[in-house]
């Protein structure tokens, strides 16, 4: 019994000691300086950071590498890392987010990527910036005017720069759009109507997870609907004026369940299964390797639930909303965002003084990091008909896409990472005032609903003149 006592006692004293050892050689191991490859960090190693650095250690692996990753999970960073040496990469030193600092100044990436949650993406832009390095960030740039201007501050104190990732711009259809408007196709734009629908797989992970909480992402129309925004405003090449809008949690959240008769609750999946087998918008992350590694096995460490009940208490964000929104070049659009469709994609049609575009597409249905990252938002159909003045309508050819949203993934990949040697006809890099324009159209809307009145971006926060693109 004692004998068994002390081996047992002797492994777990080897476990924790070989732990350490492999976190400080982790944190220690050089990084050499010499490579000429482009050298990136990546703040955030949830669903969206495989992104990245997949790419990065397969397709681009000659022009740049991965030198460093941080994120406030170490169980998350593990992962994140055994995924980098699976896809051929070498393992690279791992830093929770108190030692940032500590990221950059040791392994010096010329360009931080950062992929944390919505509300902390300043923190890390900012600083970055500050020790001498320049951003890629997911959108939302940000969630709010303040954490916006302090953005705008940071770029113009240090001379850095911040990419935005608006991968829809590089969507062949959503190009094709805008080769239209380009060349007058219809005239001048006086109106659209966009419409996007999230179905129930998409729309109600959001209502899972973080998202669900306002604080944490500024709502959908903010965090989701700043793709869109940035489509018009990149369509357009223009930006919001005044934007009225009206929104509310009609569908997910308990109060709402309970209205249509709903009685069976649960806090969440896990360990509520009997439960939850029952609910068709229940998550069970143990069928998902992906889901499991990232966030079931990391709940240790910081409590968060990636599957709670979408009819659960705590919702704070709207599922159903319309906007009115008028532009600088006197255009108006109808926006309405429903994130409990039976289908997945959007429609949009532009009014010109010379005949109207009607686009239609509809996308993949996914869960984040549930599945193959290539098939999320993938194209399952799209269509664009010119409808020009006293002419017959014609539908217009829309290069092959393959690959997440719509097509775009790879493109912007290709982007950041590959070969720009050629100038991009299209102007699709996002900078930090892009980021902005898209956001504040969902911030004004945002005031509006609270308010119930017209707001005027510029009271929100006036961005510098220079142009959209």
């Given amino acids: 019994m004692f004998l068994t006592y002390l081996v047992n006692t002797y492994l777990l004293i080897q476990r924790f000691l070989l732990s350490v050892f492999a976190t400080g050689l982790a944190k220690s191991t050089p990084i050499k300086m010499d490579d000429n490859r482009k050298r990136y960090a990546i703040i955030g190693t949830g669903g969206r950071s495989y992104f990245y650095y997949s790419a990065i250690a397969t397709t681009y692996r000659t022009t740049s590498r991965i030198v460093g990753l941080c994120d406030t999970n170490q169980t998350r960073l593990d992962y994140a890392n055994t995924s980098l040496v699976s896809l051929g990469h070498d393992s690279v030193p791992t830093f929770l987010a108190a030692d940032f600092d500590t990221l950059i100044t040791t392994t010096k990436p010329h360009e931080v990527i950062?992929?944390?949650?919505?509300?902390?993406?300043?923190?890390?832009?900012?600083?970055?910036?500050?020790?001498?390095?320049?951003?890629i960030t997911e959108k939302p740039m940000t969630i709010d005017a303040p954490r916006c201007l302090s953005i705008f501050s940071a770029v113009d104190r240090t001379g850095g720069s911040v990419r935005v990732t608006f991968n829809y711009r590089y969507a062949p259809h959503n190009t094709t759009v805008f080769s239209l408007i380009r060349s007058g196709a219809i005239g001048t734009i006086t109106s659209l109507h966009f419409e996007w629908l999230l179905n129930t797989s998409h729309g109600a992970d959001y209502f899972r997870r973080w998202h669900r909480d306002r604080r944490n992402s500024g709502g959908l129309l903010v965090h989701k609907s700043t793709h869109h925004f940035d489509l018009v405003n990149f369509w357009l090449q223009t930006r919001p004026l005044s934007v009225y809008a009206q929104g509310a949690l009609r569908f997910y959240g308990k109060e709402n369940a309970e209205s249509r008769g709903m009685t069976n609750f649960y806090p969440r999946t896990h360990g509520y299964e009997n439960?939850?087998?029952?609910?068709?918008?229940?998550?069970?992350?143990?069928?998902?390797?992906?889901?499991?590694?990232?966030?079931?096995?990391?709940?240790?460490?910081?409590?968060?639930?990636r599957d709670q009940n979408v009819f659960s208490d705590g919702i704070s964000i709207e599922d159903t909303m319309n906007l009115l929104v008028t532009y600088r070049n006197g255009a108006v659009m109808t926006y309405s965002l429903t994130a409990y469709a039976p289908w997945e994609g959007f429609r949009v049609s532009f009014n010109g003084t010379e005949g109207r575009i009607e686009m239609e597409v509809v996308e993949t249905s996914y869960v984040n990091a549930g599945g193959e990252q290539s098939l999320e938002g993938a194209l399952e159909k799209s269509s664009i008909w010119l409808r020009r003045l006293f002419e017959k309508p014609r539908e217009i050819e829309i290069p092959e896409a393959k690959g997440a949203h719509g097509g775009g993934d790879g493109v912007l990949l290709h982007d950041l990472f590959g070969d720009n040697s050629v100038s991009d006809e299209y102007m699709r890099a996002a900078s930090h005032i892009d980021g902005a324009a898209s956001i504040l159209t969902g911030i004004a809307a945002n005031k509006s609903i609270a308010t119930g009145q017209v707001v005027y971006v510029d009271d929100v926060l006036k961005v510098p003149d220079n142009p959209v693109s």
């Fill in 114 to 135: 950062v992929t944390t949650i919505d509300r902390t993406h300043h923190i890390y832009i900012i600083r970055a910036l500050e020790l001498g390095c320049n951003v």
């Fill in 275 to 305: 439960l939850a087998k029952q609910d068709p918008f229940s998550l069970d992350m143990r069928e998902v390797a992906t889901l499991k590694a990232l966030y079931l096995d990391a709940e240790h460490e910081d409590g968060y639930f």
